[in-house]
């Protein structure tokens, strides 16, 4: 789903379904064990759509548990359990988002919600019609069929997409300064589209790009003056205190 690994017991689908910025997988957990999960940042949008009798409690057993989630870029660092998972995740890019969600990039990038809270009834319909299809290319096809339904007139500006390629490209080692040099804006108006329409600011966008660049290379086994070197932090301290806050935990617990 997000930070987990598959074990014997998982089912996992990909599908080859394509809208631009968008991917989809499904997850079936077989075996009597709950699913632990952490949450925390990445520069996607990640929806989580459940079917069938799963169920997920998130920050704790006492919490009501929930049908499904949405995570925005920066979602605080959240714990996820679920019983008998079984479910449809979306990843999408910022760009993506800004036309299938509907809702204020601002309101959605720092927090978790349901899919309720972004599409309302419909949400609940999609997850019902989810548990009565049998197979995962038909349920990709009713959540492609869902999104395309929900394409909004509205885009970005072509200079807030080429921003965005700019920081991904970059691993998030690029300033404000050459987005304006890339855009022709100025660095004041790069700022307030740019946030406007992806959720959070150009520097902060960079951060969690480059904070994610590193986690992946951490979990993948490179070393960590290494990692901090090609992702361009001063030093290890740099990259231990993007780690925490971001993530939750060391480079030194992720390496082990």
Request: glycine fraction near 8%; charged fraction near 20%; hydrophobic fraction near 45%.
């Amino acid at each position: 789903m997000s930070e987990h690994q598959l074990d014997a017991g998982w089912e996992l689908a990909r599908s080859t379904m394509s809208i631009a910025g968008v991917t989809l997988n499904g997850f079936r957990n077989h075996g009597a064990t709950a699913t632990d999960m952490r949450v925390f940042a990445r520069p996607e949008v990640t929806i989580v759509l459940q079917f069938g009798e799963s169920q997920l409690t998130v920050d704790g057993p006492n919490q009501p548990s929930a049908t499904g989630l949405v995570a925005g870029l920066v979602p605080g660092i959240r714990h996820v359990q679920a019983k008998h998972l079984a479910c449809v995740e979306i990843r999408m890019s910022p760009l993506a988002a800004y036309r299938l969600l509907g809702s204020a990039p601002t309101d959605l990038a720092e927090s978790l919600v349901s899919p309720t809270d972004i599409w309302s009834r419909p949400a609940l319909i999609l997850q019902e019609q989810l548990s009565e299809t049998s197979t995962w290319t038909a349920r990709f096809a009713l959540v492609t069929r869902f999104l395309g339904a929900r394409e909004a007139a509205r885009s970005v500006d072509a200079e807030v997409a080429a921003s965005w390629a700019r920081i991904t490209a970059t691993g998030g080692g690029v300033k404000v300064r050459e987005l304006a040099e890339l855009t022709g804006w100025s660095r004041q108006r790069v700022w307030s589209r740019f946030t406007a329409q992806v959720g959070v600011t150009p520097k902060r966008a960079a951060m969690i790009v480059r904070f994610r660049r590193a986690f992946d290379l951490i979990t993948a086994g490179y070393p960590l003056a290494e990692v901090a070197m090609m992702c361009g932090y001063t030093d290890q301290s740099h990259l231990h205190r993007d780690m925490t806050a971001f993530a939750g935990t060391t480079p030194g617990a992720l390496s082990t």
